[in-house]
């Protein structure tokens, strides 16, 4: 193999990095006419992170008196000094360091550990010890080399001003930076936490089509494919909210699904086409109770998480328990906007006049509601902070949401904002099914005039309603948004381990 090194070179490669790949090849030839290369019968029982935890402040005492340990990892550091030798050992909990003796492994193994390269996965057995200068360490007596890495690690990798390298190149980012690893720790963790919630509430979990004739349950740009078996387009879901309720129509009262979504949009620090939601249904509630228990899975979050529900997100304090506040939209536009009056937001032409001001451009299809709204999120969104239920929003912006019985231009719906960015979006259901038929029609004729985000006529959800919806409450909440926020990280991609980009340029 060592002779086709030249052959095998990577267009990317070059100098001295394709020296050391070239050296690491020949010990990979070296290693594999051993007959025992990449080996798959050496099981670590003990790993990094608990170690250190259980054995931190432990004297030497104790440490002579503990069983041995067996842990397995990559190769991190090492320093060889003649019969004595100090490694930095990695798993997926932490680092320990590991001290290698040659009389201790034998000339043969240690022979082979100094050639060992930073990057290769290594097991070892031993004795816990502490050094001289009080780390805690192993005592090796059992040393083997599990995988040959034949790519160096960076020196110094280039997270702090290469990001993109490190979302392309995940795995690299993972093993060089241990807070991406926390990130992902604790969205696993939140994730367990959130299904903990919502099992005690007494819902069910339930998984629905991914895969959908009629996209639906949201305004957004669908992904289209095309079914061969049945020669029809399909589209990859946008929302689950329509399926969701046909299930609430079947008697299941309390639904919930962690779903994966995809909405053919722009990439930002704030948006990626495919996204994980958290979407929730109960029947014989509103959205006061929704509001109340998106309340109570935030806080809790947070306490169970991080420790206690005050927290910083980009330098600034945030109090993530609840109650939170309540905002009707149109009191928040006149809030945070000197300039505006109560009454401007109810006279149609002044209503142009400050959309055009805040350099909106008022389409020829849009209400009052439709302004309103676009006026809200270009001049209010970004300074809401502290954690704040924007309600009251109007019908014309919410095809799906059960109108106020004493103001049906507005619906009894609510966005949740934290950090001037929205995290969850609830309402009382919709269950008059010739109102939603009305509505759901009003959207295909927008679609028809070109609002590519518009809903489509879905026949089939209106049927189901009219076997009766019960009174109902949902809502949707941006799992990757709250991760963001809970793991104090700007933009989304930090948050996804494989975030979409745009296809690398051809050499």
Request: glycine share 8%; proline share 5%.
């Given at each position: 193999?060592?002779?086709?090194?030249?052959?095998?070179?990577?267009?990317?490669?070059?100098?001295?990095?394709?020296?050391?790949?070239?050296?690491?090849?020949?010990?990979?030839?070296?290693?594999?006419?051993?007959?025992?290369?990449?080996?798959?019968?050496?099981?670590?029982?003990?790993?990094?992170?608990?170690?250190?935890?259980?054995?931190?402040?432990?004297?030497?005492?104790?440490?002579?008196?503990?069983?041995?340990?067996?842990?397995?990892?990559?190769?991190?550091?090492?320093?060889?000094?003649?019969?004595?030798?100090?490694?930095?050992?990695?798993?997926?909990?932490?680092?320990?360091?590991?001290?290698?003796?040659?009389?201790?492994?034998?000339?043969?193994?240690?022979?082979?550990?100094?050639?060992?390269?930073?990057?290769?996965?290594?097991?070892?057995?031993?004795?816990?010890?502490?050094?001289?200068?009080?780390?805690?360490?192993?005592?090796?007596?059992?040393?083997?080399?599990?995988?040959?890495?034949?790519?160096?690690?960076?020196?110094?990798?280039?997270?702090?001003?290469?990001?993109?390298?490190?979302?392309?190149?995940?795995?690299?980012?993972?093993?060089?930076?241990?807070?991406?690893?926390?990130?992902f720790t604790l969205r696993s963790r939140l994730m367990r936490q959130v299904r903990r919630y919502f099992d005690d509430a007494g819902f069910a979990e339930v998984e629905t089509p991914m895969l959908q004739a009629i996209p639906g349950g949201a305004a957004a740009r669908p992904f289209v494919t095309?079914?061969?078996?049945?020669?029809?387009?399909?589209?990859?879901?946008?929302?689950?909210?329509?399926?969701?309720?046909?299930?609430?129509?079947?008697?299941?009262?309390?639904?919930?699904?962690?779903?994966?979504?995809?909405?053919?949009?722009?990439?930002?620090?704030?948006?990626?086409?495919?996204?994980?939601?958290?979407?929730?249904?109960?029947?014989?509630?509103?959205?006061?109770?929704?509001?109340?228990?998106?309340?109570?899975?935030?806080?809790?979050?947070?306490?169970?998480?991080?420790?206690?529900?005050?927290?910083?997100?980009?330098?600034?304090?945030?109090?993530?328990?609840?109650?939170?506040?309540?905002?009707?939209?149109?009191?928040?536009?006149?809030?945070?906007?000197?300039?505006?009056?109560?009454?401007?937001?109810?006279?149609?032409?002044?209503?142009?006049?400050?959309?055009?001001?805040?350099?909106?451009?008022?389409?020829?299809?849009?209400?009052?509601?439709?302004?309103?709204?676009?006026?809200?999120?270009?001049?209010?969104?970004?300074?809401?902070?502290?954690?704040?239920?924007?309600?009251?929003?109007?019908?014309?912006?919410?095809?799906?949401?059960?109108?106020?019985?004493?103001?049906?231009?507005?619906?009894?719906?609510?966005?949740?904002?934290?950090?001037?960015?929205?995290?969850?979006?609830?309402?009382?259901?919709?269950?008059?099914?010739?109102?939603?038929?009305?509505?759901?029609?009003?959207?295909?004729?927008?679609?028809?005039?070109?609002?590519?985000?518009?809903?489509?006529?879905?026949?089939?959800?209106?049927?189901?309603?009219?076997?009766?919806?019960?009174?109902?409450?949902?809502?949707?909440?941006?799992?990757?948004?709250?991760?963001?926020?809970?793991?104090?990280?700007?933009?989304?991609?930090?948050?996804?381990?494989?975030?979409?980009?745009?296809?690398?340029?051809?050499?």
């Open positions: 193999m060592s002779s086709d090194n030249a052959n095998n070179q990577d267009p990317a490669e070059s100098g001295d990095e394709h020296r050391l790949i070239a050296a690491r090849r020949d010990k990979l030839t070296a290693w594999r006419e051993t007959g025992g290369a990449f080996p798959n019968d050496f099981r670590p029982a003990n790993q990094a992170g608990p170690l250190a935890e259980a054995f931190g402040e432990a004297d030497d005492e104790a440490l002579e008196a503990a069983e041995p340990v067996t842990v397995a990892g990559r190769l991190m550091a090492k320093r060889v000094m003649g019969k004595a030798s100090f490694a930095q050992l990695q798993d997926g909990s932490g680092r320990i360091q590991l001290f290698v003796q040659r009389d201790a492994i034998g000339e043969e193994a240690y022979r082979a550990f100094k050639a060992m390269d930073v990057g290769d996965i290594l097991g070892a057995s031993g004795q816990l010890m502490r050094t001289r200068t009080g780390e805690l360490s192993i005592r090796v007596d059992e040393l083997r080399l599990l995988t040959k890495s034949l790519r160096p690690l960076p020196e110094k990798w280039h997270g702090l001003s290469d990001t993109e390298a490190r979302y392309r190149q995940r795995y690299l980012d993972l093993i060089m930076h241990p807070e991406s690893r926390a990130v095309h079914y061969n078996a049945l020669d029809h387009d399909f589209y990859l879901r946008i929302a689950p909210e329509l399926f969701l309720k046909r299930l609430v129509v079947g008697g299941m009262d309390r639904v919930y699904e962690l779903n994966r979504n995809f909405r053919n949009e722009g990439v930002s620090t704030r948006h990626n086409p495919e996204f994980t939601m958290l979407e929730f249904y109960q029947a014989y509630a509103d959205h006061e109770d929704l509001m109340r228990l998106i309340e109570g899975l935030i806080e809790r979050l947070a306490v169970e998480l991080l420790g206690g529900a005050q927290i910083e997100y980009q330098g600034e304090a945030i109090n993530l328990a609840g109650p939170y506040r309540r905002l009707p939209l149109a009191e928040a536009i006149v809030e945070f906007n000197p300039d505006i009056q109560r009454a401007d937001l109810d006279d149609d032409g002044r209503l142009d006049h400050l959309c055009r001001d805040h350099g909106i451009t008022p389409e020829s299809g849009w209400g009052r509601g439709k302004r309103q709204t676009e006026l809200f999120e270009k001049t209010v969104e970004h300074r809401l902070h502290e954690p704040t239920f924007i309600t009251d929003y109007p019908a014309e912006v919410s095809p799906l949401a059960r109108r106020r019985d004493d103001a049906p231009e507005l619906t009894e719906r609510f966005e949740l904002f934290i950090g001037g960015r929205e995290v969850a979006n609830g309402f009382s259901e919709l269950n008059d099914p010739e109102d939603q038929a009305e509505r759901l029609r009003a959207q295909a004729g927008a679609k028809d005039a070109g609002d590519d985000e518009a809903m489509y006529y879905d026949a089939d959800y209106v049927e189901a309603l009219e076997y009766g919806l019960p009174p109902t409450a949902g809502a949707g909440i941006g799992i990757d948004r709250l991760v963001m926020f809970l793991a104090d990280r700007a933009a989304i991609r930090d948050v996804l381990l494989f975030p979409q980009l745009r296809p690398r340029q051809s050499t």
